[in-house]
Nanobody, 128 residues
Framework: QVLVVESGGGLVQPGGSLRLSCQAS????????MGWVRQAPGKGQEWVSA????????YYADSVKGRFTISRDNAKNTLYLQLNSLKTEDTAMYFC?????????????????????WGRGTQVTVSS
């Protein structure tokens, strides 16, 4: 059974930082690209970031580029998202997702329909 479970969300002030984690199980983690998607209250899903299966290539939405860093530890079956310089508009539920394949470009990384397993999310709230 494929499972991805997020953790690390919380309440943080603007300008603060958080580190999200995603523990994966039930599949060969290192064979697939992984990504993060967020959904703010009353809004649709927004792709945030993705990482190739070996972690050698990373992709970011323009809204988070330079502030967020995605990484993975294939030995631990864990995906991470470091969130720095947080803004109130980063408030959202953050979901970890397994990509259906490997990815070779940002267009493939952005396709939400290519992510075939999703976690339940971890809430990030940025507020003073």
């Amino acid at each position: 059974q494929v499972l991805v479970v997020e953790s690390g969300g919380g309440l943080v002030q603007p300008g603060g930082s958080l580190r999200l984690s995603c523990q994966a199980s039930g599949f060969t983690f290192g064979n697939y690209a992984m990504g993060w998607v967020r959904q703010a209250p009353g809004k649709g899903q927004e792709w945030v970031s993705a990482i190739s299966r070996y972690g050698t290539t990373t992709y970011y939405a323009d809204s988070v580029k330079g502030r967020f860093t995605i990484s993975r530890d294939n030995a631990k079956n864990t995906l991470y998202l470091q969130l720095n310089s947080l803004k109130t508009e980063d408030t959202a539920m953050y979901f970890c997702a397994k990509h259906r394949l490997t990815i070779t470009n940002i267009e493939e990384a952005r396709r939400l329909y290519e992510y075939n397993y999703w976690g339940r999310g971890t809430q990030v709230t940025v507020s003073s």
